[in-house]
């Protein structure tokens, strides 16, 4: 392992590295590695051109030919505001600056906005796979809402030479029923015109936090992976768990909600980071669709968290993460490195499946 890495881990070194003894073993498990589009998907129901593009982004950046993806996301200008989002470096209000930074920081897509990926698509649509999320929550209605509209087509992302479409469903909404059903369309078109897709498997409901925050609970995010495999996300992108038993924390008193069966807690998972993070992986058909965890948000200690958080998706059987404001949200050499720091621990063979 590079020293980088385990200063990066610090106390949590140990605890991260050591982990030996996972709830659901590794051979349970259909494992990231260089095969995994021949192994996986060549069996499915994907067409060729499907299969074809999922190829080209797991043979593209710094992690091609591992089975492990690193790819730059930017679509918080509309999910948290332009000004939010680029007041820290405002060069990445152009839309060419946020490609610069994928191809330079090694990443196997670029995930971003129809209009960001439109406006450079002649420009850089073969040299890096595009990523096309077609929907968001748009912030500027008042007072704010919590909704996933389209913001264009699936042909347009396929006439701009997209790779993949992504999308994402706010599970647990009151909004989700319209959402499943518009991007279980969505794909669908996706899979016909050759084209992979990711799906954020997101939950949000006011009534997910209580005592925790159960929006980041193995329990409830997993079973919001498992809707996501559902329709055919190709590959799933999640935030890492952070703890478990949203639903018996919503099963209290008078209410009744989901079902559960307390083997969920004490067979399938236990309060190890690794644990929680597996419990995601297997629930995306035991890791025959590929879990990303997302990156979260800038702060001060954004490298260690990087890299923490790729130690935990890597050895839980996960395939990458997707990582923005930690990126961009600094200088490109600075955003460079941080991109190379989380696709060393996938090429690092000495952090191994636990």
Not at 103 to 122: D, P, Y
């Amino acid at each position: 392992m590079t020293t980088d890495i385990q200063s990066l881990l610090g106390a949590k070194a140990e605890t991260l590295l050591g982990f030996k003894s996972p709830k659901i073993s590794k051979e349970r498990l259909h494992l990231p590695g260089p095969d995994f589009v021949d192994r996986i998907f060549a069996q499915s129901d994907r067409n060729n051109r499907v299969l074809s593009n999922l190829a080209w982004m797991f043979g593209s950046g710094r992690l091609a030919g591992t089975g492990y993806l690193s790819i730059l996301p930017v679509d918080q200008g509309i999910e948290h505001s332009g000004g939010a989002s680029f007041a820290k470096n405002p060069d990445y209000f152009d839309p060419e600056n946020i490609v610069k930074l994928a191809i330079e920081g090694g990443c196997n897509a670029v995930a971003s906005t129809f209009g960001v990926l439109g406006m450079m698509a002649r420009k850089y649509a073969h040299k890096i796979p595009f990523l096309v999320k077609i929907n968001h929550n748009e912030l500027l209605t008042y007072p704010n809402s919590h909704e996933q509209i389209l913001f264009g087509t699936v042909k347009e992302a396929y006439d701009m030479g997209a790779a993949a479409i992504g999308a994402t469903i706010y599970f647990g909404s009151d909004d989700s029923h319209r959402e499943i059903i518009e991007i279980a369309q969505a794909f669908a078109l996706a899979h016909e015109l050759g084209m992979a897709t990711v799906l954020w498997c997101y939950l949000r409901n006011s009534a997910f936090k209580k005592d925790k925050d159960y929006h980041v609970s193995a329990d409830l995010t997993g079973q919001g992976n498992h809707l996501g495999v559902t329709i055919e996300a190709d590959i799933v992108k999640q935030k890492l768990a952070e703890n478990n038993g949203g639903y018996l924390a919503l099963n209290t008193g008078d209410s009744s909600y989901g079902k559960l069966d307390k083997r969920m807690y004490s067979e399938l998972a236990s309060d190890h980071p690794i644990d929680l993070c597996r419990y995601q992986v297997a629930n995306c058909y035991m890791g025959r669709i590929g879990l990303i965890n997302s990156g979260g948000a800038s702060g001060e200690n954004d490298f260690a968290e990087a890299a923490m958080t790729a130690v935990v998706n890597k050895r839980a059987g996960g395939m990458g993460l997707i990582s923005g404001r930690k990126a961009f949200q600094r200088p490109r050499a600075d955003g460079v490195k941080l991109l190379n720091t989380i696709q060393d621990v996938y090429l690092d063979k000495s952090i191994t499946v636990a």
